[in-house]
């Protein structure tokens, strides 16, 4: 039989590129997705006739649990601290007949790391931490109970049980166009290249001197379909529960370079009048979006070595800087900048 798929975050960007992958490779599998109303199923249906549609959000409980039930693997994209949620996926999956094994696959967040610099808020200033899920994986799992994503992923860690198998995925910051029915735009460097252009100059957090890792979000999804087809194998060789977290990246990168390098791509446009980047505090980084400070100024280092090892999960995509001048051409159109409109910022 098909396994059935509950997947969450469907016209997200993280959740509706990994649904592509998923149908595109594994056609048969048979895939509910959550969407909040009629216009959402509409863009999803358009593009996936074969999955199913239940309508609803993440604080339906009851539907959550029914629709879990039904199921052998939840794979969850959408909010990655929305507890209830979390809970009611749970118990839906623990309601399945004894000695059926389900799996829940959930998304978490590099910024599960970067405890330290919002403790400190030394923001922009370089760290040699490197963490790595495999060796490392005690220090993964024994953060600050404050630490951002700490609560939900533990709620995740300690349902794991011989019938309830579980699994945490770790994306970093994600680049490229998504191939989903709906939102195919990331946000932290989409975001930087977008205020970049309306700011009429580039800028980087403190002294942009801090690093995070990258994925291209084709790469990422190649990673969640290699753990939902372990899980469709019945666990395959993956490690699941207190040791199931799955980080991704292709490298890292550090934000003063992107900004840079941003602020180069846009002024080459003619989008820009210059390619100097100017320094913001946290004040200024928080106005341009909630927490910019953390998303642009924040340290979270690490290795990926779990998928590596035991999915055979490689990244193939081009790497962060291949990209840059993309997503600010990109940017440049969304807010309405054209050629004409270029020379009259140079002005």
């Given at each position: 039989?098909?396994?059935?798929?509950?997947?969450?975050?469907?016209?997200?960007?993280?959740?509706?590129?990994?649904?592509?992958?998923?149908?595109?490779?594994?056609?048969?599998?048979?895939?509910?997705?959550?969407?909040?109303?009629?216009?959402?199923?509409?863009?999803?249906?358009?593009?996936?006739?074969r999955a199913t549609l239940v309508y609803g959000d993440?604080d339906d409980t009851e539907l959550l649990e029914q629709?879990?039930?039904?199921?052998?693997?939840?794979?969850?994209?959408?909010?990655?601290?929305?507890?209830?949620?979390?809970?009611?996926?749970?118990?839906?999956?623990?309601?399945?007949?004894?000695?059926?094994?389900?799996?829940?696959?959930?998304?978490?967040?590099?910024?599960?790391?970067?405890?330290?610099?919002?403790?400190?808020?030394?923001?922009?200033?370089?760290?040699?931490?490197?963490?790595?899920?495999?060796?490392?994986?005690?220090?993964?799992?024994?953060?600050?109970?404050?630490?951002?994503?700490?609560?939900?992923?533990?709620?995740?860690?300690?349902?794991?049980?011989?019938?309830?198998?579980?699994?945490?995925?770790?994306?970093?910051?994600?680049?490229?166009?998504?191939?989903?029915?709906?939102?195919q735009r990331s946000h932290q460097v989409p975001d930087?290249?977008?205020?970049?252009?309306?700011?009429?100059?580039?800028?980087?957090?403190?002294?942009?001197?801090?690093?995070?890792?990258?994925?291209?979000?084709?790469?990422?999804?190649?990673?969640?379909?290699?753990?939902?087809?372990?899980?469709?194998?019945?666990?395959?060789?993956?490690?699941?529960?207190?040791?199931?977290?799955?980080?991704?990246?292709?490298?890292?990168?550090?934000?003063?370079?992107?900004?840079?390098?941003?602020?180069?791509?846009?002024?080459?446009?003619?989008?820009?009048?210059?390619?100097?980047?100017?320094?913001?505090?946290?004040?200024?980084?928080?106005?341009?979006?909630?927490?910019?400070?953390?998303?642009?100024?924040?340290?979270?280092?690490?290795?990926?070595?779990?998928?590596?090892?035991?999915?055979?999960?490689?990244?193939?995509?081009?790497?962060?800087?291949?990209?840059?001048?993309?997503?600010?051409?990109?940017?440049?159109?969304?807010?309405?900048?054209?050629?004409?409109?270029?020379?009259?910022?140079?002005?």
């Amino acid at each position: 039989m098909a396994p059935k798929i509950l997947l969450l975050g469907a016209t997200g960007y993280i959740g509706g590129d990994a649904l592509f992958a998923l149908t595109q490779t594994h056609p048969d599998y048979e895939i509910t997705c959550l969407v909040r109303n009629s216009d959402k199923g509409a863009q999803v249906a358009s593009q996936y006739s074969r999955a199913t549609l239940v309508y609803g959000d993440l604080d339906d409980t009851e539907l959550l649990e029914q629709e879990a039930k039904k199921v052998d693997i939840v794979l969850n994209c959408a909010n990655s601290d929305h507890e209830v949620a979390i809970k009611a996926l749970l118990t839906g999956l623990r309601a399945r007949e004894a000695g059926q094994r389900v799996f829940l696959i959930h998304t978490s967040g590099n910024l599960l790391l970067s405890f330290p610099d919002i403790d400190r808020k030394t923001f922009g200033e370089a760290s040699t931490k490197i963490y790595d899920d495999w060796e490392g994986i005690s220090e993964i799992t024994s953060v600050p109970a404050h630490a951002p994503h700490r609560s939900a992923d533990k709620i995740i860690i300690e349902a794991d049980a011989p019938d309830l198998k579980t699994a945490i995925v770790v994306p970093p910051t994600i680049y490229g166009q998504g191939r989903g029915p709906s939102n195919q735009r990331s946000h932290q460097v989409p975001d930087m290249a977008k205020f970049t252009l309306e700011r009429k100059g580039g800028f980087q957090v403190g002294a942009g001197r801090n690093a995070m890792p990258n994925v291209h979000v084709y790469d990422l999804s190649d990673c969640y379909m290699r753990i939902v087809e372990a899980a469709v194998q019945g666990g395959g060789r993956m490690t699941w529960g207190k040791e199931g977290y799955y980080f991704t990246e292709n490298g890292e990168h550090v934000w003063g370079h992107v900004a840079k390098a941003i602020t180069v791509a846009a002024h080459k446009q003619g989008l820009i009048p210059s390619d100097e980047v100017q320094t913001v505090d946290e004040e200024a980084a928080d106005e341009m979006i909630p927490r910019g400070a953390v998303l642009w100024g924040a340290n979270s280092r690490y290795r990926a070595l779990r998928a590596r090892k035991l999915l055979d999960w490689s990244p193939k995509e081009k790497g962060l800087d291949y990209y840059i001048p993309e997503a600010v051409s990109s940017e440049a159109k969304s807010i309405g900048l054209v050629p004409g409109h270029a020379a009259k910022v140079a002005g």
